[in-house]
């Protein structure tokens, strides 16, 4: 028994090190779904439908993640997206940006 504990750790440690590796894969389909609690504003492509709201199409996904955790966190503050923001957790952060991260943007310039 003496010498169980130690590899009974080491099973532990092994396995929350594999389980952190493989928490979660990122998945832009889900990020999809997810986005339909977006699209009055920021429209499932991205593109802003109200005139407050940015275009978040093509923005990077650490870009994405980063605004929505400081919305969570309270550290960026919005009447709108702080309420939006405070349900989610980290995973669905992470496929709504890479949702909106994956959509190809394309800039006009004027004549
Ligand atoms: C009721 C309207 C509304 C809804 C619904 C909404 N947003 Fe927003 N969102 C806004 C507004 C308005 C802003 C601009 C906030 C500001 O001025 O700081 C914003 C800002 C953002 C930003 C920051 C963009 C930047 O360029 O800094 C991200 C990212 C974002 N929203 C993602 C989302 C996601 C993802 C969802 C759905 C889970 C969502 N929003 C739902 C209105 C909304």
Redesign the pocket.
């Known amino acids: 028994m003496r010498c169980s504990t130690p590899l009974v750790s080491l099973g532990l440690a092994a396995i929350i090190a594999l389980s952190t590796t493989y928490a979660h894969a990122v998945d832009p389909a889900n990020g999809k779904v997810?986005?339909r609690?977006?699209?009055?504003?920021?429209g499932i492509n991205g593109i802003a439908q109200?005139p407050?709201?940015?275009n978040?199409a093509g923005?990077s996904q650490i870009?994405?993640e980063l605004?929505?955790k400081r919305?969570r966190s309270g550290q960026?503050?919005?009447e709108?997206?702080t309420v939006?923001?405070k349900n989610?957790t980290d995973s669905?952060?992470e496929d709504?940006?890479a949702w909106?991260e994956s959509i190809k943007v394309t800039a006009t310039l004027p004549e």
């Open positions: 997810l986005a609690q977006c699209q009055t504003c920021h109200i407050i709201a940015p978040i923005e870009y994405l605004q929505l919305f960026r503050e919005h709108m997206m939006v923001a989610l669905e952060i709504l940006a909106y």
